[in-house]
């Protein structure tokens, strides 16, 4: 369990008192090896689903319904882990995703992989992941305490973040040496490796934990978690804030690869070095986390990444009338990656804290589900949206469209003063 000195009333909390907490520090390890992978991954399976279709509104497709599990599933694999081992149905989601992508691999080296069975394989793996969030969010208060949250939640942040930027500086030459297929590979081996370090660590659950569950029981068990989040005004603005801080973020992320192909004119190294800087910011940006919510006030933190991010949208539209001056194109939107990536982990750091400071524990798999099916509602229908406006309307417009009307949305809800705390 955690150290006293963070339950010790008038002690300062800080970094030291977290690396004293051998449970939590285990998860840390388990989640900066799975991010390893996943770095290394993402740059593969960005290249991959354009590879293997050569389409801007494929990849936004495939984007999106990665996220329908979450919508659908989630909620419902909330209120049930609730009443099952936690650490178990981690073990488990890690051994399934470490199966499929290991699958996905073997196939693409064969040349039997097509768009359709890259679906299908996603489809598992989010599937399994909309068990792994909830069963994450509530295993945290058995490990570590409530007084250590912005610094806990914060050290993980960082060191997962300075993993990830080197999975991404990686990425290229493993890429360029051993192929798709090993990368990806790489990804399934360190779901192996997570689900093994998980297996190690003391949640302090009881191994008799109720492991059925019947329908009508979590039905209402998940009308409770309903209630309970509309009863809070405040974690219900979270909702709303994270649904569309991820509708902004969906032509970023799915449309990375035609962005830097025909907006900035450039080529892979370019994605390698947006997702570098952008990682780079997070990290920065969730190291600074504690020491800034001691100055600024959430909703001001929020108001400053909100802007930044809809801005960053707008400033990598224009650098692309600068494409060949390539050292400058590389300069400015490296300079402005790390800048958003910086206030993005920021806001998103505020609103995690927050959010498991306002959740009583016995309420946090529920509603940390439903949470996530809200954050990622808007996800799939802008995922479908963009994927039809491809076809009538150029890139650049959807970008300076996205831009607009995120800072207009953010500057809305800082002058509205709307609660975040």
Not at 373 to 378: N, R
Request: positive net charge.
């Amino acid at each position: 369990m955690s150290d006293e000195n963070c339950t010790k009333n008038g002690m300062t909390i800080g970094y030291r008192d977290v690396f004293r907490q051998k449970e939590y520090m285990k998860l840390i390890f388990a989640n900066v090896i799975n991010r390893f992978g996943d770095s290394i991954d993402y740059i593969a399976f960005t290249w991959l689903v354009y590879s293997l279709t050569g389409s801007a509104a494929w990849s936004a497709i495939i984007f999106g319904i990665n996220r329908v599990p979450t919508i659908f599933l989630q909620p419902f694999a909330g209120a049930m882990v609730e009443n099952w081992n936690k650490k178990t149905v981690m073990v488990l989601t890690d051994i399934i995703r470490g199966v499929s992508v290991s699958l996905v691999a073997v196939l693409f080296l064969l040349q039997l992989l097509n768009p359709w069975i890259l679906l299908s394989f996603t489809l598992v793996i989010s599937s399994a992941e909309a068990f792994r969030g909830p069963a994450g969010t509530a295993v945290l208060p058995k490990i570590l305490e409530k007084e250590c949250y912005d610094f806990g939640l914060s050290l993980n942040s960082t060191l997962t973040n300075a993993i990830e930027l080197a999975g991404l500086a990686l990425a290229g030459g493993i890429i360029a040496l051993f192929g798709i297929h090993t990368a990806i590979l790489i990804d399934a081996f360190t779901f192996w490796g997570s689900a093994l370090i998980i297996l190690f660590i003391n949640t302090g659950e009881d191994k008799n934990t109720k492991q059925k569950i019947n329908f009508k029981e979590y039905l209402d068990t998940l009308k409770g978690g309903i209630i309970y989040l509309k009863r809070n005004s405040v974690i219900f603005n979270f909702v709303l804030l994270a649904m569309v801080a991820n509708a902004i973020l969906v032509p970023l992320n799915s449309l990375q690869a035609p962005l830097i192909k025909d907006i900035l004119m450039q080529g892979e190294l370019m994605l390698s070095v947006l997702s570098f800087c952008l990682t780079a910011g997070l990290g920065i940006g969730s190291a600074l986390y504690p020491y800034a919510a001691k100055k600024l006030n959430t909703r001001t933190i929020i108001f400053v990444g909100g802007v930044l991010l809809s801005l960053y949208y707008i400033i990598l539209v224009l650098c692309g009338y600068l494409s060949s001056y390539r050292l400058i194109v590389y300069g400015l939107c490296g300079t402005t990656s790390l800048i958003t990536g910086c206030a993005l982990s920021l806001l998103i750091s505020a609103l995690n804290v927050q959010f498991m400071k306002q959740v009583d524990t016995e309420y946090l798999a529920r509603v940390g589900a439903i949470m996530s099916s809200g954050c990622v509602g808007a996800i799939p229908i802008v995922s479908f949206l963009i994927s039809i406006l491809t076809k009538i309307i150029t890139l650049s417009v959807i970008f300076y469209a996205i831009g607009g009307l995120g800072m207009v949305f953010f500057i809305f809800l800082y002058l509205k003063k709307v609660r975040f705390e």
